[in-house]
């Protein structure tokens, strides 16, 4: 254990992750920390990661966020869910939405009262028991008493950046333009000591937050932390981007339409629309892939297609000695499921969590290594579960990944829903039993039983349980307002273009 007690925190890096980590720091203990980001307006940020999951709500309340002010300030909209195409096979559609659906029994899930009535002629699709899957589809969003409606956002990653820049200046942070161009260490521990920048300043301090993205230049470059390579899951290695402009109302869900060689997505916001396709650079090049997502958006395009090379994996420890990775540098799991900004997020509540405020101690250092690990290992899993689970033969890439070897965990989750309907979720696992429940019938799992408690029920009992469940759906979101007035009313842009 180092004894120094921990006041200078340096950020190396700014976009979504820097100025998260610089919000979440100042906010909390601003007061006991002197607080440094380093970053130079020459070098750009991914900044696509432009859908979130329901945590960043968790985030924002955190932090005393107004949501209103978010949005307007980020042109942002809401988000129910994904809406999955051709995923499971051509043509054959399902969304991944944030709800809950239907009613538990304390003994099995609420899908084991829907299989009995799918067997009995007696249910419905398995959507119609979720509010934000039906409210989706109907293009309707609203907050409803008592958290009854989970969402998420879509938002505008630059102007995210600038909203948590001006937020966290305001908690005492110091912004620092500059381009690192070297790192010092502590000769005899190999503790990082400063970073220099191209202007000859060196900045110095205690805990350096290492936000630099893929290059990694404190947690790779210098520390020499290695990374875990999962290519041979996650094949795509590759990704396109491209903004349009919005050409109609913007639907309250993320599109992700699978292609030939890998998928692309639409993000509508309130200004524009965020496209991109992410893609295996062994099935596709780079100018396929750009002409495949400029064949396919809708609106006149307002930016250049930029390529994003990338490659799926982790470190495999993400703090090392005084620096902490956070966001790409930390590791990535392609964008799929919306998970960059949430682990960005778990990372920030994480460190506050287990703060070194009298020293780095290595206990402390293990225990965050065990659990960003194990985290990113479940969330893993289930991005490759769209992949392999699928009908689709009518492509090189989906044959490899349909016959492609998963990893133990996951095939374990598979074959138990497979044969008994029954999921499980680990402590502090981020996707819940509904949303493996959606996206494995989604991509075409049909479990061979249900629990047999759903047998206790007689058709009358069960038609009624259903039918309430059902009912009670539509009639909530029959009352629900268009997504688009919605937005409109509660936080129109303040940004104009």
């Not at 899930?109 to 799918?118: A, E, S, V």
């Not at 202007?199 to 290492?210: C, R, V, Y």
């Not at 090379?309 to 990535?332: D, E, I, M, Y």
């Not at 539509?474 to 509660?490: M, S």
Request: proline letters at 3%; hydrophobic letters at 40%; glycine letters at 8%.
């Amino acid at each position: 254990m180092t004894s120094k007690r921990i006041q200078k925190i340096v950020i190396a890096g700014g976009g979504t992750a820097g100025w998260m980590v610089a919000a979440g720091l100042s906010r909390t203990l601003g007061k006991a920390l002197d607080i440094k980001l380093v970053e130079s307006d020459e070098i750009g940020t991914v900044g696509v990661g432009e859908a979130t999951i329901p945590t960043l709500v968790t985030f924002h309340r955190l932090l005393d966020i107004n949501e209103q002010e978010f949005m307007a300030a980020t042109q942002g909209t809401f988000k129910l869910g994904i809406g999955f195409e051709n995923w499971r096979d051509v043509n054959q559609n399902y969304i991944h939405s944030f709800g809950t659906t239907g009613k538990d029994h304390w003994t099995a899930g609420f899908q084991h009262f829907w299989l009995k009535g799918r067997q009995r002629n007696l249910a419905s699709d398995y959507g119609d028991y979720c509010v934000e899957l039906k409210a989706a589809l109907e293009n309707k969003f609203a907050h409803l008493p008592r958290g009854g409606m989970n969402y998420a956002f879509h938002l505008d990653a630059g102007l995210y950046a600038k909203f948590l820049r001006k937020f966290s200046e305001g908690y005492g942070v110091k912004r620092i333009e500059g381009k690192i161009t070297n790192v010092l260490t502590h000769d005899d521990t190999g503790f990082i000591k400063a970073i220099r920048l191209d202007s000859g300043a060196e900045i110095e301090g205690d805990l350096f937050i290492d936000c630099t993205g893929f290059r990694a230049l404190l947690i790779g470059q210098t520390l020499h932390e290695p990374y875990e390579d999962w290519s041979n899951w996650l094949p795509c290695d590759s990704a396109v981007a491209v903004q349009t402009e919005s050409v109609g109302e913007a639907v309250p869900y993320t599109r992700s339409i699978a292609r030939d060689a890998g998928w692309q997505w639409r993000i509508p916001l309130q200004h524009r629309v965020g496209n991109g396709m992410v893609y295996c650079s062994r099935y596709i090049s780079d100018e396929q892939a750009k002409q495949s997502l400029l064949a396919n958006i809708e609106g006149k395009v307002r930016t250049e297609p930029r390529v994003i090379k990338f490659k799926p994996g982790q470190r495999r420890q993400t703090w090392v000695k005084n620096c902490v990775a956070v966001g790409l540098a930390s590791g990535f799991v392609e964008p799929l499921e919306s998970t960059s900004i949430h682990l960005i997020g778990r990372s920030i509540i994480r460190l506050l969590q287990m703060f070194p405020s009298e020293g780095i101690n290595p206990t402390d250092i293990e225990e965050f290594n065990r659990q960003t690990v194990a985290e990113l290992e479940h969330i893993r899993d289930f991005i490759v579960l769209h992949y392999h689970v699928t009908n689709r033969q009518d492509t090189p890439f989906w044959n490899a990944c349909r016959t492609m070897d998963i990893p133990a965990s996951l095939q374990h989750r598979i074959e138990l829903f497979r044969e008994t309907g029954r999921v499980f979720r680990f402590q502090n696992e981020l996707f819940a039993e509904n949303s493996w429940i959606q996206v494995m019938l989604g991509q075409g799992i049909v479990p061979k039983q249900h629990h047999q408690v759903a047998d206790l029920m007689g058709d009358a009992e069960l038609s009624r349980f259903l039918d309430q469940i059902k009912s009670h759906v539509d009639n909530t979101v029959i009352q629900l307002p268009k997504h688009q007035a919605y937005v409109e009313q509660y936080c129109k842009a303040t940004v104009s273009y």
